[in-house]
C-alpha cells in the first residue's frame, strides 16, 4: 500500500462517492473501502475507479469467468473502438491484462494518492472520465443508442503521465503501406539516421543483444542490469515525482521474474527459442508486454517496448517516441503489426541482411534480431529521410 494507514483510501472514496451522486447513480450502492480501488459490477463487467500513488485511470473490466468470453466481448468493443474513442473524446488504453481479464483504461490524471492537496482534482478527473466511459461503451455492451455526454473540460484532464507519451500524428504505419516500409532506400535513411543520434553504437547493439542474451539463457540477467540498460535507452524517464533508479529497482523485481517466466513458456511453444516477429503475434506476448506496461504505470509504451525488447529482441519492436512517433499502447501494436507484416511481405530480406551486416562495425552475433531491427530502421528512415 502507498498511504499512512489504510483510512487514507477510505476518505478518498467517501469523498469521491459522495461527488459522484450528485452526476451518476452508477456507484450509487458502493461502500467506500480501503483498498486501491473500488468497483461497480454489472453482468460480469465492472467499472473501476483505481488510485495509484501518483496517478489515477478509471477503467472497464471485463471478466466473465473465460478467457475465451471476455476475449469475445473485448473484440466486440474494439470492432466499434473508433465510434467508443469518439464518444469518450480522448484515446483509450485497450489492455488483455494478466490472467483472463481485459480492460479499456483512461488515465484521468497523473497525480494520486501522495497529492493530497490535488485530491478535488482528481476526483473531479475521475468521475468526469468515469460518465464517459461508461456512456461511450455501454452501447455496444447491452444495446441502446449512444448516450451524449457534455463536452470534456480541457483544463481537468491529463493527456499524459509520461515525457515519452505527447501525441505525435506523424506515425502513419499501417498494414496497407507496410510492405512500401520495408525497403532498401528507407533501411539507408534509417542507418543514417541511427548513425547520427547515436553515433557510438556502431555495431546497432550487436554486443549487447550478444550479453543479454547470454545472461537471460544462464540465468544469470539481473533486474539492476536491465534497469540500467534502460537508463541508458532513456526508458526511465518521466515527469513524476520520485521515480528514480531506486523506484524502478524496488518496483520492478517481482514482476521482471514473472516476465522471464513468460519468456521461458514463449521458448516452449517455439521449440526452445525465440520466435522472430513473424512467428509470434499479439495475442501471445500481451501478458508479458502488460507486466511491463504496470511496472512503470503510464500511457506510453516506449518503457514496456524496450525491457521487452531486452527480453526478447526478436519479438519486440522498439517504440521510441521521437524516433518512430510511437505515443499510445494502441499505436504500439499497429507498429508492431506492420513491421511483421512488413518483414513478411519483403522480396529483399537477404539484400537488407546484407546492407545491414555490412554497416555494422562487428560480426553479428547468431542470435541478432534481423527481423526486428530492419523494420525499425526501415520505419525511421521513412519517417526521417532527408532527400
Not at 190 to 211: Q, T
Not at 268 to 289: C, Q, V, Y
Not at 336 to 365: I, N, V, Y
Request: hydrophobic share 40%.
Amino acid at each position: 500500500m502507498f498511504d499512512d494507514g489504510s483510512s487514507g483510501y477510505r476518505k478518498f472514496w467517501t469523498q469521491l462517492l459522495d461527488a459522484a451522486r450528485e452526476r451518476t447513480d452508477l456507484h450509487a450502492r458502493i461502500t467506500p473501502g480501503n483498498d486501491w480501488w473500488i468497483g461497480a459490477i454489472r453482468s460480469g463487467i465492472a467499472y473501476d475507479y483505481a488510485l495509484r500513488k501518483d496517478a489515477a485511470y478509471v477503467e472497464l473490466w471485463i471478466d466473465k469467468g473465460s478467457a475465451e468470453t471476455n476475449e469475445a466481448i473485448f473484440q466486440g468493443l474494439l470492432a466499434h473502438k473508433g465510434e467508443i474513442e469518439k464518444a469518450f473524446g480522448k484515446d483509450l488504453v485497450w489492455h488483455r491484462a494478466r490472467g483472463r481479464g481485459r480492460a479499456v483504461q483512461f488515465f484521468a490524471s497523473r497525480y494520486g494518492f501522495d497529492h493530497r492537496e490535488r485530491w478535488p482534482e482528481i476526483q473531479a478527473a475521475l468521475i468526469d472520465a468515469m460518465i464517459r466511459l461508461e456512456a461511450a461503451c455501454s452501447p455496444y455492451l447491452y444495446g441502446g443508442p449512444p448516450r451524449v455526454v457534455i463536452p470534456m473540460p480541457a483544463a481537468v484532464f491529463e493527456a499524459s503521465n509520461d515525457l515519452d507519451s505527447q501525441p505525435i500524428s506523424t506515425w502513419t504505419a499501417s498494414a496497407g503501406t507496410a510492405s512500401a516500409i520495408i525497403t532498401m532506400a528507407h533501411l539507408k535513411a534509417g542507418i543514417a539516421e541511427f548513425k547520427r543520434r547515436w553515433p557510438g553504437e556502431s555495431d546497432f547493439n550487436n554486443r549487447l543483444y550478444r550479453e543479454l542474451s547470454t545472461r537471460r539463457d544462464s540465468g544469470q540477467l539481473t533486474w539492476g542490469r536491465l534497469v540500467d540498460e534502460l537508463s541508458g535507452w532513456r526508458a526511465l524517464r518521466t515527469s513524476l515525482p520520485g521515480h528514480d533508479k531506486g523506484w524502478y529497482l524496488a518496483r520492478g523485481e517481482e514482476p521482471f521474474r514473472r516476465m522471464l517466466v513468460l519468456v521461458a513458456r514463449i521458448q516452449s511453444a517455439h521449440a526452445g527459442r525465440d520466435p522472430s516477429i513473424t512467428e509470434t503475434n499479439p495475442e501471445e506476448l500481451g501478458e508479458m508486454f502488460g507486466i511491463a506496461i504496470d511496472i512503470k504505470n503510464v500511457r506510453s509504451p516506449v518503457f514496456a517496448s524496450k525491457l521487452c525488447h531486452f527480453l526478447m529482441p526478436s519479438a519486440f519492436p522498439v517504440a521510441d517516441q521521437d524516433m518512430l512517433g510511437i505515443s499510445t499502447v494502441h499505436h504500439y501494436w499497429q507498429y508492431w503489426q506492420a513491421c511483421a507484416e512488413g518483414w513478411r511481405a519483403s522480396e529483399e530480406k537477404e539484400a537488407l541482411k546484407a546492407h545491414l551486416r555490412d554497416a555494422m562495425s562487428a560480426t553479428p552475433f547468431v542470435g541478432y534480431p534481423w527481423a526486428v531491427k530492419i523494420a525499425e530502421l526501415c520505419h525511421a528512415g521513412a519517417r526521417h529521410r532527408r532527400d
